[in-house]
């Protein structure tokens, strides 16, 4: 059994609560599920510890008011099912809300299994299959949603985020989901032995379901309030967890290399990023502490302790064509580098090389070559990153193999269910961590 302290000096919030109604959101896409409506409840008992205390029982009982956890839960909730979201923060889905500058890459036009690291590559295949980025933008334009389209076939809404949540919110009224926030969960049990069933014990009462859906994320931003809750539950019921570490997150140097390449901070360029068979094509950005940017942020996630990191820095550049081309030149190497570069960067760089800034006609073709390949593969060896606080995911988490990638159920625990963050599926930057979340919470709300 999971037991959490609270702190007696925080005086726990009002719960804010939605009456159930029993009304079905018959408008929206996820209300064509082909499912029976449920069966009553089946009964199972208090523990022994708990008996005597006040208690309400639900079909569901979501943790999370994030992502999966409201998509579940509305999708659920149409079914007829009578489900409770409990969660910790006074907010609903704040990563929602903070996510690409607030407007939110809620997914992405080309999703697939290849978007995602898993120990397993292809448990997400089932759920994308079930509902597919298409699905949640059909969702999004019958709601009125304003969005667009950026590169990488990145969608954001061209509004604010606040749209998503409030999207996810009134499909749960609708379907007449109970809310309690600022509610911290002290301690969750299975039913006595035998029986199928879940209790979770809170400040506002206890309460008990059939089946328990984890949506508690990953340990990412804990300023927005990100906990390892969801871990420690698959811990305690038996179920393996795979390393945790940050992913899409800025990496750093070490004091030497960041007064090296202190007086880059800012500047950014277009680059080709390698890790291992894993290679991405965007913007890097010199930091004070390190390199970050959309190229950075994706290559994190692939990258391990102690490994180095290839930059391309003239993707689709003829770099010995021009080279050659102003070999004969009076022209100083960092000019000629500058029509690619930043100047500040080509000075920088020519000087991390030992390269002397001479007139082109005084490099030989060696020089020059050797020039073009360091261009080709310049080898950094980050010393770390700036860890959870910056991550935008985590990497790791509820080892795959103990759930059913069609249910997302454990299979050793019936009526226990993870969904997002908190398993082992970390997608890419650009809308594919919310996809998942999507997708999982689809699958469980239709089933659970």
């Known amino acids: 059994m999971l037991r959490v302290t609270s702190n007696p000096e925080k005086e726990t919030p009002p719960a804010q609560i939605v009456p159930h109604t029993n009304k079905r959101d018959t ?72 996510s690409g500058g607030g407007r939110c890459n809620f997914t992405n036009t080309t999703v697939s299994a290849e978007n995602y690291l898993s120990s397993n590559p292809h448990f997400v295949r089932s759920a994308l299959a ?5 699905d949640f933008i059909k969702r999004v334009e019958h709601a009125g949603i304003a969005y667009e389209e950026r590169d990488h076939g990145q969608l954001f809404c061209l509004d604010s985020a606040g749209d998503i949540i409030q999207l996810l919110d009134h499909t749960c009224q609708a379907a007449g989901v109970t809310r309690h926030l600022g509610c911290p969960i002290l301690a969750v049990e299975a039913a006595p032995e035998g029986q199928r069933g879940f209790w979770v014990e809170t400040p506002h009462g206890v309460f008990g379901a059939p089946s328990l859906v984890v949506a508690t994320g990953g340990l990412s931003i804990p300023a927005i309030g990100a906990t390892p809750l969801g871990y420690r539950l698959a811990e305690q019921f038996g179920l393996a967890i795979t390393p945790l570490r940050p992913a899409l997150v800025p990496l750093t140097f070490d004091a030497a290399e960041q007064a090296r390449f202190g007086g880059l901070a800012g500047v950014s360029l277009d680059a080709i990023v390698s890790c291992g068979k894993a290679q991405f094509r965007e913007q890097v950005l010199f930091t004070h502490k390190g390199l970050s940017g959309p190229a950075i942020l994706q290559i994190s996630s692939y990258w391990q302790a102690g490994e180095a990191i290839s930059l391309d820095l003239m993707p689709d550049q003829p770099i010995e064509a021009r080279l050659a081309e102003a070999a004969r030149s009076e022209q100083q190497l960092a000019t000629v580098l500058a029509q690619v ?54 990497c790791g988490g509820v080892d795959t193999a103990e759930l059913s990638s069609k249910t997302m159920e454990a299979r050793r625990v019936p009526g226990l269910f993870f969904i997002g963050e908190v398993v082992d599926v970390t997608g890419w930057l650009g809308g594919y961590n919310f996809q998942w979340a999507w997708s999982s919470g689809y699958v469980v709300g239709g089933r659970c």
């Open 130 to 134: 079930q509902y597919s980025q298409w």
């Open 341 to 394: 570069w930043p100047k500040r960067f080509a000075v920088e760089w020519m000087a991390q090389q030992a390269l002397p800034n001479l007139p082109m006609r005084q490099l030989n073709a060696r020089q020059l070559e050797a020039v073009a390949t360091a261009i080709r593969a310049w080898p950094l060896k980050p010393c770390g990153t700036q860890g959870y606080k910056k991550a935008e995911a985590t």
């Open 27 to 98: 408008t929206h896409p996820a209300s064509l599920l082909d499912v029976a409506m449920p069966s009553p409840t089946p009964p199972f008992a208090l523990p022994a510890r708990l008996v005597g205390h006040a208690s309400q029982r639900f079909d569901v009982i979501v943790l999370g008011a994030g992502a999966a956890g409201l998509q579940c839960a509305g999708v659920a909730g149409q079914r007829g099912k009578r489900v409770l979201v409990l969660d910790h923060a006074d907010k609903l889905a704040e990563k929602i809300r903070i």
